[in-house]
């Protein structure tokens, strides 16, 4: 697909996008069924990443998933420093 999009621009824009993918994604699928803007970092996004972290936290208790750990690590890393 890489070797492919030197030649077609959609392509290559799609290849970048997947090979450059934002750690953290969080989409308004009603107003954006394709998923093409990322709300995860939009200051102005009614939107809230605070939310769906927990929803998604709590949902991986639930589930039991293997990542649980490695989604706490990233949340912990995440986390803004507490001013001293």
């Known amino acids: 697909m890489v070797a492919a999009a030197t030649e077609d621009e959609q392509l290559a824009r799609r290849t970048d996008f997947y090979v450059h993918r934002a750690p953290e994604e969080l989409y ?50 995440s986390a803004p420093a507490e001013a001293g």
């Open 28 to 77: 308004d699928l009603a107003r954006d069924p394709h998923s093409l803007t990322n709300l995860a970092t939009d200051p102005t996004s009614r939107e809230r990443p605070d939310l769906a972290r927990q929803q998604l936290l709590e949902w991986m208790v639930g589930t039991g998933d293997p990542l649980l750990g490695t989604y706490r690590k990233l949340l912990a890393d």
